[in-house]
């Protein structure tokens, strides 16, 4: 037989599915992904336009001749018996593919030729396929076979065709994940396609990725790469080519000014003047052109991406392009990633303890479908793809696709076999500093295909909670890798707390940190496969591991080229979803081999601790004697120099303080703290093992950072969210390690709060309570201090709480001050969540029992449960302290005094889109420290007389009691602004109901049955209309805006004139509505006061046969909705976003007419009209 080798390309033109008439005629496949996958016969599609032949025929339709020689037909019309390679001499001589285009249809990843029974029927073009399609009848060769091709016996040996190297591809432009609907499209376009492709499991995966984004590559096109070079300069312009003209005339006139007699010298004066006067004015208006210019480049690129934006405003700058030449590159990388002791078998030395066989087994069954679902739910949507351009991001949204992967993953696990897809990794170097140009400043990141990724996350999950059941990785020492441990927190706290704890009792401790060099690179694959041996992983695991390392290529992109593939002889790649767990797996192996010779050191309460703490490639020893810190760090050497690693040699720190006690790694000295501070797991330890030095630190970066983020040109909602988001998460790690009393977290908040006051444009007096406080209104901002509370709390109940018993049953006590301690925070809220699971849940308000959300009991929570719980119990002290002292704040805690409003709460996109005078107003308008006459006369001892009338100028009396502004129309027109906004919804609300078919007095309710075979809707039909409009469909109402309302005479006759009438002559119903813009403390008053003036108007109007309800609503001056507002549109049958959407439209409507009045507050003058 014959057998091709040719890889397969299909390329997608247009987004359009296939017609059921084209459907009809693709002929059956063999094999599918999911059924049996037993079929050798390889059915491909034709690439046209490029040099690839495909196979597209089964064992039937060949036409065997001599020496393998079959009827070969040409789009061109020529046909002649000979082989594959006749064939492709032909195209290549005529041209015959170089001016084909592909065709614009869907179909063409469904053109499968027809199958026949006729084994000598010679072949012919099928007519459902496109005409430039090459039919090349040849049967796919079997993997397991070992008969020569009669290609090879016939014709002398070609050489290999050096495969095409896309080490990365240009990222397309998905959907947002939000476009549930084109999604949709997407997943039953690329389900239909990849369910025709017809062959092995392993070619379909080899072909899938390369399907999936030329699809997404004519469908929705890519994102075109950065050329890396500098852009022009823009042309300059009239101003600029003034200026430069004004500064050469000025030139000109001072050196004429040396030459010329007195008398002219005054005339060139005059000129000099001239210039100069022109030239302020223009170099004035050329800055102001640059900072707009600037500010508008730094709001762009915010918007842009904020969280870049962030990062590179904190991050030091790294940047650079490599200058080394390709070749000087690839000679490079195939030093690192070469072994030439690969083939050396490695022994694990005899005197290891051994371990017992393992009392769970490990799953070796193929994966399940929630395995696969988990694994690309946890993933990250925003991660780089691999070679083959696709992200996580499509098998998010395209369920059915990920299926279909799932389906050919079980086939290769049970044929054990790893595509080659899988095995082969895009590299970027990424710079490490500024100015990089030498290979040695950047590091690598691979990128693999995110398929293999989800693979090998299965088995890495498995892998791990085998080893972790059966007690394989010694937590206490290891805890990389094994999920449900903070193993930097852990290790850092305990390490520091014997530190300590030696230096405070005066006891021997002897501290060594150790890292290898290049461990991740340099840890040999024998290793990996011994440490597999000792801890029984199971046979069909480690050989699908191994097929994996056996084959792994990657290659590198600069700007300027690509190199060649690179074979992973040695190391393990970042980027990799098995390879931490597999290297954790061998760094375990070689402490077990060295950790037995010492024992570690033993507390007062008899606690043995390891000798040994390891993450990852960090090791710290912490022995008591100088004799047993030398034995075992001799034996660490020695199994490293036999794992063919290498030590690095860090620092020593002796007895808790410094000692002149030295260390060696075989010849090298290990320096002490005194000589060079070392960073361990995200700590710093220097001479004086003391965290003051660390604290002045943090309040320096504390600083800069502020000062960073007020020198950028973004208006103060955008700096806040710097600091939300950038300055403050960076902070929040060194104030959790390390020692920092809570006096100074205070000082640190005081600097935060002196910049944010100024970027929200309110006085120093006010208070934090209305920046952090969660009261009447919430900013989206969090306290310093609550958050190192949080994460101290955090901290104490993760020590407490671990699952290493070494570290619960010596939980060091965390040092926070004398003030503040965590410990008892801890114990406060444990019992307060206590007494609360005795009381168990109470009613707030007026709502029905069971109304309130039930919480989580304390006592039946989980570990995590309960570290969340005492957390919020935290954060709910913080805030009643709080609370407690606004209410001793008579100026701005006088919202603590108001009733039957709603709180209200500014997220990060309303803030965004406020003005900043508006959200200055509205944060002083609540707290009453806007300048006011009578807080000017308080502040400066200024006229508190209102400008209107002689009256005292409160802000009360400015909102709402001033006699002049009400004569004037202000607060009218404030009020029907209100109530414009209001009506339009209700309006909207009353035309939709009569809009609806007429409702039924009995409506059947009908159930809908879903056929076999069949999904369900993804979305459900309409819920039917509630509320009381939904019970008559001939609604009206009228406004009283414009004219004068006239109450309708059927209903009753009056002279009153509410707001809004909204009745239905076919129920009989009318509502009553009466609108008030009252000061807040008023609120209740006035619902009272309008209940009562329309109390005899609804009894005359049910003495008639009406069943009528005044709802008299009220909406504060600044913007504060009452309940009332709320239970009238909920009664109206508005909910959800649409009564968000009400009340935010109201809240505003209010605000700006108050901020309005405010602004007008001296003007005499009141030219608005409504």
């Not at 065709?103 to 029974?117: A, E, T, V």
């Not at 004799?627 to 720190?653: F, G, V, Y």
């Not at 409702?999 to 159930?1007: E, F, G, H, L, Y």
Request: aromatic letters at 8%.
């Amino acid at each position: 037989m014959l057998a091709v080798s040719d890889a397969i390309s299909v390329c997608w033109r247009h987004p359009l599915s296939a017609t059921e008439s084209q459907q009809r005629n693709i002929p059956l496949e063999p094999a599918r992904a999911g059924a049996q996958d037993g079929s050798t016969t390889d059915h491909m599609v034709t690439d046209p336009g490029t040099e690839t032949t495909t196979s597209r025929n089964t064992a039937h339709e060949t036409t065997i001749t001599a020496a393998g020689h079959t009827l070969q037909a040409c789009s061109c019309g020529w046909e002649r018996v000979t082989s594959a390679r006749g064939l492709r001499i032909h195209q290549g001589r005529k041209r015959c593919l170089g001016e084909q285009r592909q065709g614009p249809r869907i179909d063409q990843y469904f053109l499968r030729s027809s199958q026949s029974n006729q084994s000598n029927e010679a072949q012919r073009r099928d007519a459902n396929q496109s005409s430039q399609s090459i039919s090349t009848p040849v049967t796919e060769e079997d993997n397991t076979s070992t008969e020569m091709p009669v290609d090879e016996l016939t014709q002398p040996q070609r050489p290999l065709k050096q495969e095409k190297i896309k080490g990365h591809r240009p990222s397309v432009k998905w959907p947002k994940a939000v476009e549930k609907r084109e999604w949709e499209t997407i997943n039953n376009d690329l389900t239909k396609i990849l369910e025709q492709q017809v062959g092995t499991a392993e070619k379909k995966l080899e072909r899938m990725g390369d399907i999936i984004y030329h699809y997404g590559e004519e469908r929705f096109g890519v994102n075109e790469r950065r050329s890396g070079k500098t852009p022009p300069a823009p042309a300059k312009s009239r101003r600029q080519q003034e200026i430069e003209i004004l500064v050469r005339e000025r030139r000109q006139l001072r050196k004429q000014w040396k030459k010329v007699s007195d008398a002219e010298r005054e005339g060139l004066m005059l000129l000099q003047a001239d210039i100069k006067c022109r030239l302020a004015t223009l170099r004035r208006a050329e800055n102001l052109r640059k900072l707009r210019r600037k500010k508008e480049h730094s709001r762009t690129q915010f918007y842009k991406n904020p969280f870049k934006f962030v990062k590179d405003l904190f991050a030091k700058e790294k940047c650079g392009i490599l200058k080394t030449p390709k070749p000087e590159l690839e000679e490079h990388l195939e030093k690192v990633h070469q072994d030439m002791k690969r083939h050396e078998q490695i022994i694990i030395p005899h005197d290891i303890p051994p371990i017992q066989p393992p009392e769970f087994n490990l799953d070796t069954d193929p994966p399940k479908w929630r395995e696969v679902e988990n694994v690309v739910r946890r993933a990250r949507a925003a991660s780089a793809p691999g070679p083959n351009g696709v992200p996580y991001k499509l098998y998010k949204n395209a369920p059915d696709v990920l299926r279909f992967l799932w389906r050919l993953m079980r086939i290769v696990w049970q044929k054990e076999i790893i595509p080659k897809a899988w095995r082969r990794a895009g590299g970027v170097l990424i710079p490490k500093e500024k100015d990089a140009t030498d290979i040695s400043q950047f590091r690598p990141i691979s990128l693999l295909n995110v398929e293999g990724k989800i693979f090998f996350s299965i088995i890495a999950q498995r892998l791990s909670t085998y080893l972790e059941r059966n007690k394989y990785i010694d937590t206490s020492v290891q805890k990389a890798g094994i999920p449900g441990f903070s193993g930097c927190l852990e290790h850092t706290s305990m390490i520091w707390h014997q530190i300590q704890t030696a230096k405070k009792d005066k006891r021997d401790l002897y501290v060594i940190f150790l890292d290898l060099a290049n461990a991740f690179g340099s840890v040999p694959h024998e290793l990996l496969w011994e440490s597999f041996n000792f801890f029984h992983v199971p046979e069909p695991i480690t050989t699908l591991v191994k097929a994996y390392f056996q084959d792994l290529q990657l290659c590198f992109t600069t700007p300027d080229f690509t190199t060649t593939w690179q074979r992973l002889e040695v190391g393990i790649m970042a980027g990799c979803t098995i390879s931490p767990l597999a290297f954790t797996m061998a760094m375990e192996v070689i402490i077990r081999a060295s950790r037995w010779v010492v024992g570690g050191e033993r507390t007062k309460e008899g606690l043995r601790l390891p000798p040994i703490r390891a993450y990852m490639d960090d090791m710290t020893t912490l022995t008591t004697t100088a004799a047993c810190t030398r034995r075992l760090l001799a034996k660490l050497q020695d199994n490293i120099k036999w794992a063919r690693m290498k030590i690095k040699p860090s620092i020593s720190i002796v007895k808790g303080q410094l000692k002149d006690v030295r260390f060696c790694i075989g010849d090298d000295p290990i320096p002490t703290v005194s000589e060079q501070p070392i960073k361990s797991l995200g700590r710093w330890y220097n001479e004086s093992l003391r965290d003051k030095d660390q604290v002045q630190q943090v309040r320096q970066d504390i600083a800069d950072g502020l000062e960073n983020i007020n020198k950028t040109l973004l208006p103060g909602r955008l700096k806040l969210w710097c600091l939300q988001f950038g300055l403050l998460p960076r902070v929040m790690w060194p104030l959790t390690v390390y020692e920092v009393p809570i006096t100074t977290v205070e000082k640190m908040e005081r600097t935060i709060t002196s910049y944010v006051k100024k970027w929200l444009g309110v006085p120093r007096c006010l208070s934090n309570i209305g920046l952090y406080g969660k009261g009447v209104l919430e900013l989206p901002l969090t306290s310093l201090t609550e958050e190192y509370k949080c994460s101290k709390v955090r901290l104490q109940m993760t020590l407490k709480d671990s699952k290493d018993q070494t570290i619960s049953k010596a939980a060091p006590p965390l040092q926070t001050g004398r003030k503040w301690t965590s410990s008892k925070a801890v114990q406060q809220a444990t019992s307060a969540l206590r007494h609360q699971d005795i009381v168990g849940n109470i009613q707030h308000g007026r709502g029905g029992f069971g109304l309130a959300a039930s919480k989580p009991t304390f006592h039946k929570a989980t570990t995590s449960e309960r570290r969340k719980l005492v957390v919020e119990e935290v954060r709910r002290q913080e805030e009643t302290a709080r609370s407690a002292k606004a209410v001793s704040l008579a100026k701005q805690g006088q919202w603590t005094r108001w009733e039957g409003l709603e709180r209200r709460k500014i997220n990060w996109s309303e803030l965004w889109q406020m003005e900043a005078s508006n959200i200055s107003f509205i944060i002083r308008a609540v707290y009453d420290v806007l300048p006011s006459p009578k807080n000017l006369h308080q502040w400066y001892g200024e006229d508190s007389t209102c400008p209107l009338c002689p009256a005292p100028a409160t802000l009360r009396h400015i909102m709402t009691g001033c006699k002049t502004s009400l004569s004037q129309g202000r607060y009218t027109w404030r009020h029907n602004q209100v109530l414009k906004s209001l009506a339009a919804a209700l309006e909207t609300k009353r035309s939709a109901t009569n809009s609806l078919p007429p409702k039924t007095s009995n409506p059947v309710k009908t159930t809908t049955f879903i056929r076999e075979g069949q999904k369900r809707p993804k979305y459900p039909p309409t819920k039917p209309e509630t509320g009381h409009l939904a019970m008559a469909r001939d609604w009206k109402m009228l406004v009283d805006i414009g004219q004068q309302l006239i109450f309708p005479p059927e209903i009753a006759s009056t002279n009153l004139r509410p707001d809004m009438v909204l009745w239905s002559p076919s129920r009989k119903a009318v509502y009553i509505i009466e609108l008030t813009v009252p000061w807040e403390n008023s609120v209740e008053e006035a619902y009272e006061r309008k209940k009562l003036r329309y109390t005899e108007l609804a009894a005359d109007a049910t003495q008639r046969g009406w069943n009528a309800k005044v709802w008299p609503v009220e909406v504060g001056c600044r913007g504060f909705v009452a309940s009332s507002t709320i239970r009238l549109l909920k009664e109206l049958g508005i909910h959800g976003q649409a009564l968000r959407q009400t009340v935010r439209a109201v809240s505003q409507a209010a605000e700006r007419g108050s901020q309005w009045i405010w602004i007008k507050r001296k003007d005499p003058c009141w030219a608005i009209t409504s």
